[in-house]
C-alpha cells in the first residue's frame, strides 16, 4: 500500500497545481492499494474548500467515503498520543500536527512509500516519495 498525502490528493485534483501534471500521470499508472487518514482526508477536505474547490472537495469526499478510491485509517487514541510526542519531540522541524500523524501511521503501518509533495516526507526517514520530488 502506498500512503496517500494531503500535498497528492491537491496536485492530482487542482489542474492549477505545479505538480498537477506528475501527480495525474503518477496516478493514472499506479497498480497498488493507497491508503490515507481522517486527519488527511480533514486537511485535504477543508483546504480544497478554503481555497475555493468546493466541488474538487466534495468529489473526491464521495470517491473517498462512497467509491473506496482509498483505505481509509482512522487513528486510535494511542496513534494521536504518539503523533503528539514527534510533534514535540522533533522541534527542529516544520511538521504540522498532521504531518506528525502521517509518520507514525507509515511507522505503524510499515508503509514503504508515500505520494506526497510535501518536502517534510522526506525528512521521514525510511519512506520513498513518489512520485521522485524534483
Known sequence: MIFVD???WFARLVPTDPNHTAAFEWTRQNQKRLVTTDYIIDETLTLLRSRGHTAYALSLGEQLFRHGIADIHFLAEEE???AWEV???YRDKEWSF???TSKVVI???GLGQ???FDRHFQQFGAVEVVPPLP
Open 6 to 8: 494531503t500535498s497528492g
Open 80 to 82: 494521536i498520543l504518539a
Open 87 to 89: 510533534f514535540r519531540d
Open 98 to 100: 498532521t504531518d506528525a
Open 107 to 109: 511507522e505503524r503501518l
Open 114 to 116: 508515500a505520494f506526497a
